[in-house]
């Protein structure tokens, strides 16, 4: 049944383009997972949010109903869209059923490539060949989780940005063995999310949008270091003469000292170049616990 449910829906996406996807698991309930699943329910798709525990999607359950309901509030969305979203949403643990129901898979579970390889190896089994394997993962480039996948040709990155309800972005990463068809049909699925789909011709660690980032972040921490302006200074450059929304020592405050610094460590784990290492000044802030905003102090300190 299923297999001919498939078989038709993807008839149907190749004659109309679309990503033939009916149903959408996301794995892993936490800030990414939890809101990717919810746009695709609000999408229309069929959604199993899926974790290793009930407590995860609980929180993540009450995370989004108190957004919705502020959204609703702001007029940003109708209650009854809301309420049909909930209707498409299924929580649960049994990530097995909910993989061999789904024509796509998107995980987002912990950012650790043990983790991930060991999640995909088990999908692979449990899903038909035609479903759609993506990993959110910001560092972990496609082509390492293919190697455990025996249809490598399914397997691409999605990756979504933080708010995921709110921000536009998705790039799709293939790796070198990714088919056509899925690199298609990952599309068109970004795009029916109603996402705006930076497409990526080959795999990069960093992708696009976080390389652009970082060459900003880059070239202020080195007019820091050089001690050409103070970092106050350099953010008031990027906003009011680049009209950025906030200056690159405001962001890494808002994002996490420490994510900044695990970052560029898993960037270097991967290039070893040691110009992906962190910054000297950004080893110096997470070492003493200066996180950021989270922590009350991080390049600024926040009341
Ligand atoms: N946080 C961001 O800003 C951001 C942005 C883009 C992409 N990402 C990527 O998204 C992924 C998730 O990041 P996050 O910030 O949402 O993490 P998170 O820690 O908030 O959530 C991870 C969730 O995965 C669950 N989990 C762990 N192991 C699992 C398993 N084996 N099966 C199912 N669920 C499991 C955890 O219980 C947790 O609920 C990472 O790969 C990260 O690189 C994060």
Known sequence: MKAHTQQSLQGQAQADGGSGVETATVIGAGTMGSQIAAVAALAGFHTYLVDIAEEPLAQ????????????????????EDVEAAWERLITTTDRDAAAAASDIVVEAAVEDLDVKRRIF??????????????????????????????????????????????????????????????RRRAGAFAEELGKTL???????????????????????????????ADFPDIDAAARTALRHPMGPFELMDLVGIDVVYLIRQAEHAQTGDPEDLPDP?????YEAGRLGRKTGRGWYSYA
């Open 60 to 79: 993540a359950v009450d995370q989004l109903r108190s957004r919705f309901d502020r959204d609703v509030e702001k007029g940003r969305r109708t209650r």
């Open 198 to 228: 930076v497409t990526l011709k080959q795999e990069i660690p960093g992708f696009v949008a976080n390389r652009l980032l970082n060459a900003i972040r880059r070239e202020a921490l080195s007019l820091y270091d050089q001690g050409v």
């Open 121 to 182: 190896a088990e999908l692979d089994s449990v899903c038909s060949p035609d479903t759609i394997l993506a990993t959110n993962s910001s560092n972990i480039v496609p082509s390492r989780l293919a190697e455990v996948v025996e249809h490598g040709g399914r397997m691409c990155n999605l990756h979504f940005f933080n708010p995921a309800l709110v921000m536009e972005c998705v790039e799709l990463v293939p790796h070198h063995g990714t088919s056509e068809e899925t």
């Open 281 to 285: 000044a950004i080893a110096e802030l």
